[in-house]
């Protein structure tokens, strides 16, 4: 069952978009959560963060009540158990359509995303329904990321391009900021992907339902603390479900013509 620890008290928002509420999965996080929630609000004061952590065995949970605790705008909702990252924002898009956000933002907790970025990723959202911070698109880089590592991402994101027809440079990118009202536009409670799958399958339910989705090319640094969840179970499911909804797509649509709004995809200069 989950439980959700913090108060409430949402103050004024972010300028233009409204009560933003910041989602960081932990799984063993401890030596990040605290790291990060305070980078958060030293760019963006006026947002809240969500803590969804799965009963870490590290202590990650205890350290966010008492952050809760302390500070208002901290959240903590407990699972009973690791079950995916994708599983985990689900239940905190649930959450903050439950409690009145206009917008919730996905933010890994160990220091990838850096907060610092966040508010270019909010000023976009002021005309989207969707902004992904991207590593592939013109401005955007990745630090201290092998060369392997880099081949596979792009080629993971050129693949998934051209067999979903999405004119997205970075589609399994999960620095992301998500308008509330779009949420409910994408069927969430049938979503059972994880990991990059996860980012990928919400990219392609925008896309099809027309949802206005901006690129803001930001830097993706590797974890300095912790262990990475990356593994090539993760990898591969990404790669399979691609090829699953390429055949849906091509057998849901007349004439194997692609759906979606491809005219409204949008670029940040």
Known sequence: MNEVFGAEDHGDGYPGVGRVLVV?????????????????????????????????????????????????????????GKQGLGAAYVAGFGWAGEHGYDAVVE????????????????????????VIGSRWTSGGQVVN????RQLLSRGGNLYTRVALGMPLSDATGGFRVYRVPALARLDLDSVASQGYSFQVE????????????????????????????????????????????????????????????????????
């Open 24 to 80: 960081v999965p932990t799984y063993n996080e401890a030596d990040n959560v605290g790291v990060i929630v305070d980078r958060v609000h030293r760019v963006a004061p006026s947002v809240e963060v969500l803590i969804v952590d799965d009963n870490s065995p590290d202590g990650t949970g205890a350290i966010a009540d008492r952050m809760a605790e302390a500070d208002h705008r901290v959240h903590v909702l407990h699972r009973a």
């Open 202 to 269: 919400l990219s392609w339910r925008a896309h099809r339902a027309g949802l206005r989705t901006v690129e803001v090319p930001i830097t993706f640094a590797e974890r300095e603390r912790g262990t990475s969840k990356m593994s090539p179970v993760i990898v591969g499911e990404a790669l399979w479900r691609v090829t699953m909804w390429a055949t849906l797509d091509r057998r849901t649509t007349p004439g194997g013509s692609r759906r979606g709004a491809g005219d409204h995809q949008l670029r940040w200069p």
């Open 107 to 130: 933010m890994d907790a160990d220091g990838s995303h850096a907060p610092e970025e966040l508010p270019r990723l909010l000023d976009a959202a002021r005309d989207a329904d969707v």
């Open 145 to 148: 990321w092998p060369w392997h």
